[in-house]
Antibody, heavy 120, light 107 residues
């Protein structure tokens, strides 16, 4: 069964840092583009970042560029999101998702999400 | 960036109704349009990919159509489990963007 399991969320003060992890199982992890999507409380979905299977190509939304870093460890089947200089508006549930069929495919499956709460 | 606009933002309907949600892209995206369903407290899950392809395991009452800039998700006969929020998403560019969502509520 294809599964994604996020961890690492929690309460952090503005200006602080947090690293999220997404453990993948049930598929050949290194063959897939992976992505992070977030959802602020009561709001819609916002794409955050994506990374190629090798890790050599990366994209970010403007809202997180320069503050967040996506990476992956294919030997551990794990995706990461390092979040620095966190702001109140970064408060959200963060989901990881697999991009099926190359860069221009669809997001399936999704993890269950991990909550990041930026507050003093 | 490509902007995605869904309408309506919310919709009230009854079990058995046929409903259609639309999604418009700010520029042509060919058929690179996907639809997701999200229930409260749960992760989104894929319903339709590449505009009109039904994801495995998704009931056939769901269908997608469109190409270019205008797309639609249709539910032919609403079931109680279909009351949820629906999002479109473009994958024409690597800066994936979502519509703002359509909340489908029971009338």
């Amino acid at each position: 069964e294809v599964q994604l399991l996020e961890s690492g969320g929690g309460l952090v003060q503005p200006g602080g840092s947090l690293r999220l992890s997404c453990a993948a199982s049930g598929f050949s992890f290194s063959n897939y583009v992976m992505t992070w999507v977030r959802q602020a409380p009561g709001k819609g979905l916002e794409w955050v970042s994506a990374i190629s299977g090798s890790g050599g190509t990366i994209y970010y939304a403007d809202s997180v560029k320069g503050r967040f870093t996506i990476s992956r460890d294919n030997s551990k089947n794990t995706l990461y999101l390092q979040m620095n200089s966190l702001r109140d508006e970064d408060t959200a549930v963060y989901y990881c998702a697999r991009v099926t069929s190359g860069w221009y495919g669809w997001l399936d499956p999704w993890g269950q999400g991990t909550l990041v709460n930026v507050s003093s | 960036d490509i902007q995605m606009t869904q309408s309506p933002s919310s919709l009230s309907a009854s079990v058995g109704d046929r409903v259609t949600i639309t999604c418009r892209a700010s520029q042509s995206i060919s058929d690179s349009l996907n639809w997701y369903q999200q229930k409260p407290g749960k992760a989104p899950h894929l319903l339709i990919y590449a505009a009109s392809n039904l994801q495995s395991g998704v009931p056939s009452r769901f269908s997608g159509s469109g190409s270019g800039t205008d797309f639609a998700l249709t539910i032919s006969s609403l079931q109680p489990e279909d009351f949820a929020t629906y999002y479109c998403q473009q994958s024409y560019t690597t800066l994936y963007t979502f519509g703002q969502g359509t909340k489908l509520q029971i009338k």
